[in-house]
């Protein structure tokens, strides 16, 4: 009788339409719980059917900081391995998590072993202690909680956003425009690539088909479409709203020469970088531990969080190419080598084999 393996995840949004697909096929029968949204509303459940996604309904609680996914708790009790997404937040992973330890069936947690917010570190630990095993995101992650926690087995699965065939730079005479890629929310301040690149328009030499490309939706959108109708260059701002479609994302990174990431680094920082497109980073922010990634003057530039007569000076500098980087090429082949979805999911499914194999 074959082991039965179930993920679970707060919501499965469509970036991850190429890296379950791959991890069901080397773990037949596995389950995979979604709710329909996440905490953060713009982001919702794919639309890709996979063969064995189970949608549940997410209950939010106080104003959104808490959730409770109903139908999680019966539904993982008796499995032989559970995966739960590392987030203290969740009200019915503690649950299934604390039944498991006592149960002695083994529970992994995937996800990045620290966050923003620093009050919660009591709390994560205190997680961290109910399972026997953590999928990070980085090596050098997994070294830390290996330092923090060694009674927990550590594993590693690089975070990927694209399959190892579509990490490619394709050298273009169109190569003139800017992108931001994220949600429109204050944390990851859109704001400022707005009004930064608005500025940069002022500058002399700056060419006037160079426009900026914003992909995603969030609470800020009615605010920057108010500033771009009231600006004389608003109509060089493109708001694009949320990409799901990766020829779609590949098409305007294949004339983009640059990408933004004014507030934290995300997942957005390695789609860049795998288009070989070089970024330009905000350097006081409490960034992902995908920051690890860039590395100033090949693939980043840092800068000053906040000023957006910087920004906008910087902005210049690089589209006149007073300020340069590694090739587009270079750029992209680190990030096939290491962060592919394949790479991605292989991590993944040994990490969980390891500890069926432990349960076996």
């Known amino acids: ?174 190569r003139k425009h800017v992108l931001y890629v994220g949600r ?31 992909v995603g939706v969030g609470s800020l959108c009615p605010v920057i479409e108010t500033i771009l109708q009231e600006h004389r260059c608003g109509d060089r701002v493109r708001l694009m709203g949320h990409i799901a479609d990766e020829e779609c994302l590949e098409r305007l990174y294949s004339e983009a020469c640059l990408s933004l990431s004014p507030g934290y680094i995300g997942l957005s920082a390695m789609q860049s970088f795998a288009f070989g497109i070089p970024m330009l980073v905000s350097r006081n922010e409490p960034h992902s531990p995908e920051v690890a990634m860039c590395e100033e003057g090949f693939n980043t530039r840092f800068i000053a969080s906040g000023k957006v007569r910087e920004w906008a000076g910087t902005i210049g500098e690089i589209l006149r190419g007073e300020i340069t980087f590694a090739s587009g090429e270079e750029i992209s082949g680190r990030i096939r080598e290491q962060y592919s979805f394949e790479e991605m999911s292989e991590r993944f499914v040994e990490a969980v084999r390891a500890v069926s194999r432990k349960e076996a």
């Open 1 to 174: 009788m074959g082991f039965h393996w179930i993920v679970v995840q707060p919501v499965v949004p469509d970036y991850r339409d190429g890296f379950f697909p791959l991890v069901e096929k080397s773990l037949p029968g596995l389950v995979i719980i979604s709710g329909d949204e996440d905490f953060f509303p713009g982001i919702r459940k794919t639309r890709k059917a996979y063969r064995g996604l189970i949608t549940v309904k997410n209950v939010f609680l106080v104003n959104r900081s808490l959730l409770w996914q109903r139908g999680v708790v019966s539904r993982c009790l008796r499995k032989d391995v559970v995966v739960l997404n590392f987030n203290t937040r969740v009200l019915s992973s503690w649950v299934v998590a604390t039944c498991r330890k006592v149960m002695g069936r083994p529970t992994l947690l995937w996800g990045h072993i620290s966050g923003r917010n620093r009050r919660l570190h009591h709390v994560r630990h205190l997680m961290m202690r109910l399972c026997d095993g953590f999928i990070t995101y980085t090596e050098e992650e997994r070294r830390r909680l290996a330092r923090m926690h060694p009674e927990i087995r550590s594993f590693t699965a690089p975070n990927a956003c694209l399959p190892r065939a579509r990490i490619r730079y394709e050298a273009s005479k169109r």
């Open 184 to 214: 429109l929310e204050e944390a990851k301040k859109p704001l400022l690539a707005v009004r930064a690149f608005l500025e940069a328009t002022d500058h002399p030499g700056f060419n006037t088909e160079t426009l900026l490309y914003l």
